[in-house]
């Protein structure tokens, strides 16, 4: 069964530092891209990054690009997200996403951060 | 970025009902379209790809239609299990990924 569990997320202040975990099992990690997508409270959907079956070739959106960095570890099964400078518009619940081919065919359960004084 | 423009926003409608969703692309995207259900809480799910293509597991009664910049989702038959938001979404190779704004359907 496909998995992907996310961790990490949780409360913190304007301006502080957050790294979101996402363990994946149940298929071959290095076969597929991944990704992160986000939802504020009571929005819709918004991609903010993707990385490649290798970890090579890194994508963000304009929205957080220069303060998230997503990385993969292939032997651990484990994606990440390092997010910086997080600001109030970043709380969200933080989904990692498996990308097949072009398409994303699978979410995590999500991670909810939180930016708040 | 290429603009997803979903109608409407809301719909009510009735155990039974035929329900059609529309999504609109600022450009066009080919057949570069997929569906998503999401229910409160939870994450999205997977409904169609390619614009016509039903995922696996997913109840015929969901369908895909499209092409170009204009697409439909239609629900035949709604069921009880059918209330919740739906998301279009376009993955063109070279562009990045944007969805609609979300349609609720929600019990009339």
């Known amino acids: 069964e496909v998995q992907l569990l996310e961790s990490g997320g949780g409360l913190v202040q304007p301006g502080g530092s957050l790294r979101l975990s996402c363990a994946a099992s149940?298929?071959?990690?290095?076969?597929?891209?991944m990704g992160w997508v986000r939802q504020a409270p009571g929005k819709g959907l918004e991609w903010i990054s993707g990385v490649s079956k290798n970890g090579l070739q890194t994508y963000y959106a304009d929205s957080v690009k220069g303060h998230f960095t997503i990385s993969r570890n292939n032997s651990m099964r484990t994606l990440f997200l390092q997010m910086h400078s997080l600001q109030a518009d970043d709380t969200a619940v933080y989904y990692c996403v498996r990308k097949d081919a072009d398409l994303i065919d699978f979410w995590g359960q999500g991670a909810l951060v939180t930016v708040s004084s | 970025d290429i603009q997803m423009t979903q109608s409407p926003s809301t719909l009510s409608a009735s155990v039974g009902d035929r329900v059609t969703i529309s999504c609109r692309a600022s450009q066009t995207i080919n057949d570069w379209l997929a569906w998503y259900q999401q229910k409160p809480g939870k994450a999205p799910k997977l409904l169609i790809y390619k614009a016509s293509s039903l995922e696996k597991g997913v109840p015929a009664r969901f369908s895909g239609s499209g092409y170009g910049t204009d697409f439909t989702l239609t629900i035949s038959n709604l069921g009880p299990d059918d209330f919740a938001t739906y998301y279009c979404q376009q993955y063109h190779f070279y562009s990045p990924w944007t969805f609609g704004q979300g349609t609720n359907v929600d019990i009339k």
């Open positions: 149940g298929f071959t990690f290095t076969t597929y891209a």
